[in-house]
Nanobody, 120 residues
Framework: QVQLVESGGGLVQPGGSLRLSCAAS????????MGWYRQAPGKQRELVAT???????NYADSVKGRFTISRDSAKNTVYLQMNSLKPEDTAVYYC??????????????WGQGTQVTVSS
């Protein structure tokens, strides 16, 4: 079993910044990749950014140049630095991890989500 705990969401004004964190714990031999997804009301969940175990990153076009994903492998933690936030970034942000457990079983785990609201 793998657990993901997210933190850092909240209310911010347009143009502001927030930093999300997601820590993975449990049966973890290695982490293939971690990432952030978001879901706005009435919309499907969409990819925001991902980072692999080789530090390769991928971003949604809508956040390129504004958001930065990073990871601390020693802490099994991924971060999302969000700058120049816009009202359209308002959503519940979910952490995701692709993990190889101690039994060599691969699992995809989701966090519980953290609300990000961008509003004046």
């Amino acid at each position: 079993q793998v657990q993901l705990v997210e933190s850092g969401g909240g209310l911010v004004q347009p143009g502001g910044s927030l930093r999300l964190s997601c820590a993975a714990s449990g049966s973890i031999r290695s982490i293939n990749s971690m990432g952030w997804y978001r879901q706005a009301p009435g919309k499907q969940r969409e990819l925001v950014a991902t980072i692999t175990n080789t530090a390769s990153t991928n971003y949604a076009d809508s956040v390129k140049g504004r958001f930065t994903i990073s990871r601390d492998s020693a802490k099994n933690t991924v971060y999302l630095q969000m700058n120049s936030l816009k009202p359209e970034d308002t959503a519940v942000y979910y952490c995701n991890a692709d993990v190889i457990g101690w039994t060599w079983r691969r699992s995809i785990t989701w966090g519980q989500g953290t609300q990000v609201t961008v509003s004046s």
